[in-house]
């Protein structure tokens, strides 16, 4: 079967400080992979994604590594503020056969930022 | 337009009534979602459209009944539904592939009672 999980259900961090948040995924043909942020009664909100023939992928105040040979994405977020508190999804995308794309999203960490 | 709109926010529904939940966007997606969310699980597909054809049903049971009217609109319409069904229903769109650009409106809040 394919699963995608996250090590870690909730994440505390202080402001200012880095936050790494991590999932593994099951299906080695899976080739994308998208970090949504959602907030309390909002619908999820594009980070960033990266392609399985990369390694590592920049945004603002964020990164996102692919590590294939172990199944392992990891999304980094720099100086972490208050507003970046929320829960974060790792999502792996499938091309479907009848067209469209077909989204498994891991189980979710929960980012807390103490002032 | 880089947003996909839903409508109604929230809905509060008894298991008799028949109700429509609704989605639109306008950046030339040809692939819609719906996806169910229950309280702190992540989203769950539902169903898929692409170029208005449904392509998958990840069997979703008969109260739930989607609609693509045209490749801008894409209605959720319900009826008997049960308590457990209530939950944030999100709506999506993309690009087929190979490209992608897959987004999430803001979701309803669905209640039966």
């Known amino acids: 079967g394919e699963s995608v999980g996250l090590h870690l259900p909730t994440l505390s961090v202080q402001e200012g400080d880095n936050s790494i948040i991590n999932c593994a995924y099951s299906?080695?043909?899976?080739?994308?992979f998208i970090w949504y942020k959602q907030e309390s009664g909002k619908g999820p909100q594009f980070i960033i994604d990266?392609?399985?023939?990369?390694d590592k992928r920049q945004g603002q105040r964020v990164t996102v590594l692919l590590n294939k040979t172990v199944k392992h994405l990891s999304l980094q977020i720099a100086a972490t503020q208050p507003g970046d508190s929320a829960v974060y999804f790792c999502?792996?995308?499938?091309?479907?056969?009848?067209?469209?794309?077909?989204?498994?999203f891991g189980t979710g960490t929960q980012l807390k930022v103490e002032l | 337009d880089t947003e996909v709109t839903q409508t109604p926010k929230h809905l509060v529904m008894g298991m008799t009534n028949k109700k429509s939940l609704k989605c639109e966007q306008h950046m030339g997606h040809r692939a819609m979602y719906w996806y169910k969310q229950k309280a702190k699980k992540p989203p769950e597909l539902m169903f898929v459209?692409?170029?208005?054809?449904?392509?998958i049903n990840e069997s979703v049971p008969s109260r739930f009944s989607p609609e693509c009217p045209n490749s801008s609109l894409l209605n959720l319409h319900l009826h008997a539904l049960q308590p457990e069904d209530s939950a944030l229903y999100l709506c999506?769109?993309?690009?087929?592939?190979?490209?992608?650009?897959?987004?999430f409106g803001s979701g309803t809040r669905l209640t039966v009672v």
């Open positions: 990266i392609r399985s023939n990369m």
């Open positions: 459209y692409s170029y208005e054809k449904l392509s």
């Open positions: 999506a769109s993309s690009h087929p592939p190979p490209s992608w650009g897959f987004t």
């Open positions: 299906n080695s043909a899976s080739d994308y």
């Open positions: 999502a792996e995308n499938h091309i479907l056969t009848g067209g469209g794309n077909k989204l498994t």
